[in-house]
């Protein structure tokens, strides 16, 4: 298994412009998570996904942060309109059921100018 | 207070000397995970505790469930070693809450 996929690597953007976050979790993994990651906080649990259906989005930010997964093998975080503030490695992870084992993705490294 | 403490926050060694990083946490969990991160890197995990002593290479982790305590050891420590190293802790569903991280450097 190539383990959890995330794309893209880097992203700079200008402030006001939408941003994608692409990730492809472990096959046969049923929960998904994204992760913030930032000097002053650390890592943040902004949501996460158990069959595809999202269980819990308290640490997503404001409004202008969305998150989908049409599908087992894919998920989308999706900042619209992004800000500066938003600069941050972005990281996908996922797990199983009754492991508790975790994967991370690579992370996206989001610049925001 | 966090729920997850690490300590120390810094830590700088020789080569070869031996190292323990401590987390202490003040939820109820499912697992303890130890997690490493070279800088600018990802995040690989280490290590999964649910009770108990795990050893892996140089590396061993122990956890004492009644006390809420964990620790990482690296024996024969080496530069390749420096990285931030994270404490976490699953809940419930196995969502982490983590630690602040240990930053090691090991000088050569």
């Known amino acids: 298994d190539a383990g959890v996929i995330q794309s893209p690597r880097h992203e700079v953007t200008e402030m006001g412009q939408e941003v994608t976050l692409r990730c492809k979790p472990i096959?046969?993994?049923?929960?998904l998570f994204w992760y913030r990651q930032t000097m002053m906080r650390g890592l943040e649990l902004l949501i996460y996904?158990?069959?595809?259906?999202?269980?819990?989005d308290s640490g997503m930010p404001e409004d202008r942060f969305s998150a989908k997964m049409p599908n087992a093998s894919f998920s989308t975080l999706k900042i619209q309109p992004s800000e500066p503030r938003d600069s941050a490695v972005y990281f996908c992870?996922?797990?199983?059921?009754?492991?508790?084992?975790?994967?991370f993705g690579s992370g996206t490294r989001l610049t925001v100018v | 207070k966090n729920e997850v403490e690490q300590s120390p926050q810094n830590l700088t060694a020789q080569e070869g000397e031996f190292i323990t990083i401590n987390c202490s946490y003040s939820?109820?969990?499912?697992?303890l995970h130890w997690l490493q991160q070279h800088p600018g890197g990802g995040i690989v995990s280490l290590f999964m505790?649910?009770?108990g002593k795990k050893k892996h290479g140089r590396l061993i982790a122990t956890i004492n469930i009644q006390e809420k305590h964990s620790s990482l050891h690296i024996t024969a420590s080496h530069p390749r070693d420096s990285a931030v190293y994270i404490c976490?802790?699953?809940?419930?569903?196995?969502?982490?809450?983590f630690g602040q991280g240990t930053r090691l450097t090991i000088n050569p």
């Open positions: 992870a996922s797990s199983s059921a009754g492991n508790y084992g975790y994967t």
């Open positions: 096959s046969g993994h049923d929960y």
């Open positions: 996904f158990n069959n595809n259906v999202p269980i819990d």
């Open positions: 939820v109820g969990i499912s697992a």
């Open positions: 505790l649910s009770s």
């Open positions: 976490a802790v699953g809940q419930g569903a196995q969502k982490l809450v």
